[in-house]
C-alpha cells in the first residue's frame, strides 16, 4: 500500500519561547490536525536539543490518498494553502497563533519503507530526519537513482538503525528538497554515534556502516545546503496498526 506523507519543518513565530511553542502545538493544534480529513497516521517529533536544532519540531501527516492530501493542505511547491471546510481549514486558522509560515519549509512525498524492525511502531523512536539536496551538476532523476540503488542499501545496514523510510517528491520541480531520508533508533547514542549530534549537518562515523555511509554522502549530496533534524517521535494518531 502506497502512503503519502506531508512533512512540515516548523519554526515558531516570532516572540514566542521554545517551550511557549511547544505548549501551543501540542496542546491547541495536535487535537485539530490529528482530525483532519483523510489523515491515517500523524507524529510529531521534538528536537531533543532545541537550542541547537534547525526547527522548532516536525509535523507528520500521512495518507492513503494523494488528492485527500492536496485537498487538506494543499499541493507541493507552496509553503501556504487555503483549505475551504473541515478540521483542514480550522487546523490552517489555527497556524497563524504559532507558526512563521513564511520560514517553515515543507515537503509532500511518497513514502518507501526500506526497513522495518518494529512493525511500523514509531512511538518513542528517536529519529534523523535528513532533508536531502542533490549535488551541482546532477539531475534529479540520477540524484534518485543513486540514492536508491547504492547509497539505500548502506544506509539500511547502519548500526543501530531499527526502521529506516525513505519519502520522494510527488513533484520534484516544485518540491523544496529531492528527497528525505529518516532513520529510527532506539537508542539516542547510538543515533548520535553513527550520525553526528544536532547542531552540525556534518558528522565523521570512524567505522561500519556509518562510515561507509557518510563517505557514499559526498557522491550525491549537497551536503551544506541539507537541513537535518534530531528529535523524538509521539504518535498522535495511527490507523494503520
Given at each position: 500500500?502506497?502512503l503519502?506523507?506531508h ?8 516572540g514566542?519561547?521554545h517551550?511557549?511553542?511547544?505548549d501551543y502545538?501540542?496542546?491547541n ?6 482530525e483532519i480529513?483523510g489523515?491515517?497516521k500523524y507524529g510529531t517529533?521534538?528536537p531533543v536539543?532545541?537550542?541547537a536544532?534547525?526547527f ?8 492513503d490518498d494523494?488528492d485527500a492530501?492536496h ?6 511547491g507552496?509553503?501556504?494553502y ?5 478540521k483542514a481549514?480550522?487546523a490552517r486558522e489555527d497556524?497563524?497563533?504559532f507558526?512563521?509560515?513564511?520560514r517553515?519549509?515543507?515537503?509532500i512525498g511518497e513514502?518507501v519503507?526500506?526497513?522495518d524492525?518494529?512493525?511500523g511502531?514509531?512511538?518513542?523512536l528517536y529519529?534523523?530526519?535528513a ?6 551538476g546532477?539531475?534529479?532523476?540520477e ?12 544506509a ?10 525513505t519519502?520522494?517528491p510527488t513533484?520534484p520541480e516544485?518540491?523544496e528538497?529531492d528527497?528525505v531520508?529518516?532513520?529510527?533508533f532506539d537508542d539516542l ?11 552540525s549537518?556534518d558528522?565523521d562515523p ?5 562510515k561507509?555511509?557518510r563517505?557514499d554522502?559526498n ?22 496498526r
Open positions: 500500500m502506497s503519502y506523507k512533512i512540515a519543518l516548523l519554526v515558531r513565530k516570532e514566542m519561547s517551550e511557549e511553542f511547544v502545538w501540542q496542546t493544534h495536535t487535537p485539530i490536525a490529528r480529513e489523515v491515517v517529533v521534538q536539543t532545541p537550542a536544532a534547525e522548532d519540531g516536525l509535523a507528520e501527516l500521512y495518507f494523494l492530501l485537498d487538506a493542505l494543499g499541493s507541493e507552496s509553503r501556504d487555503d483549505p475551504a471546510k473541515g481549514k480550522e497556524v497563524d497563533n507558526l512563521d509560515i513564511e517553515r519549509p515543507r515537503f513514502v519503507v526500506q526497513k524492525e518494529v512493525d511502531d514509531t512511538d518513542g529519529k534523523h530526519s532533508f536531502l539536496v542533490r549535488k551541482e546532477m539531475t534529479h532523476d540524484f534518485v537513482d543513486h540514492w536508491q540503488n547504492n547509497h539505500t542499501p548502506i539500511r545496514e547502519i548500526e543501530g538503525v531499527v526502521k529506516y523510510d519519502v520522494l513533484n516544485a518540491a528538497f528527497g531520508a529518516e532513520l529510527y547514542d547510538a543515533l548520535h554515534d553513527a550520525l553526528g549530534s544536532e547542531g549537518r558528522y570512524a567505522k561500519g556502516k556509518a561507509e555511509a563517505e554522502v557522491n550525491f549530496l549537497a551536503i551544506g545546503e541539507r537541513p537535518r533534524f534530531i528529535g523524538r517521535e509521539t504518535v498522535q494518531k495511527d490507523e494503520l
